[in-house]
């Protein structure tokens, strides 16, 4: 078992407890993690690069920002869950895909899409 497993089985229990499994079709997931990762965005909107460092030195940010990842985390492993998708092997196949997208040579230090890296230097 890995820690992904445990968390999903912990997950799935607490929905289940409150017989929330009945809302939670694919699509009603997918539109949650997208709510939850906007949740997420907002908690930073507006915030220079020093304003959110400061954020996170603050108890209160520091916390606040963690209850919305968890929340992003969360639905993210239901979704996989419902969907019968193992998140561990999905990041592992989605990192290799992205190794031969974005070679180390071509992307190292470049914020571009890989359509962008030149793939014939």
Not at 2 to 11: G, K
Not at 59 to 85: N, P, Q, W
Not at 101 to 108: E, F, M, Q, T
């Amino acid at each position: 078992m890995n820690e992904f497993q445990d968390l999903t089985r912990a997950i799935v229990a607490f929905r289940d407890r409150r017989n929330w499994k009945q809302f939670h079709s694919i699509k009603n997931l997918a539109a949650g993690l997208s709510i939850e990762a906007s949740e997420l965005q907002g908690v930073l909107l507006w915030k220079t690069y020093a304003e959110a460092k400061g954020l996170l030195r603050s108890r209160s940010g520091h916390k606040r920002l963690g209850e919305e990842i968890a929340d992003v985390l969360i639905f993210s492993l239901l979704l996989c869950h419902e969907a019968g998708i193992d998140p561990v092997k999905a990041v592992q196949q989605k990192l290799r895909l992205n190794a031969k997208k974005y070679p180390v040579r071509l992307a190292k230090g470049r914020a571009l899409k890989y359509t962008e890296l030149q793939h014939g230097e």
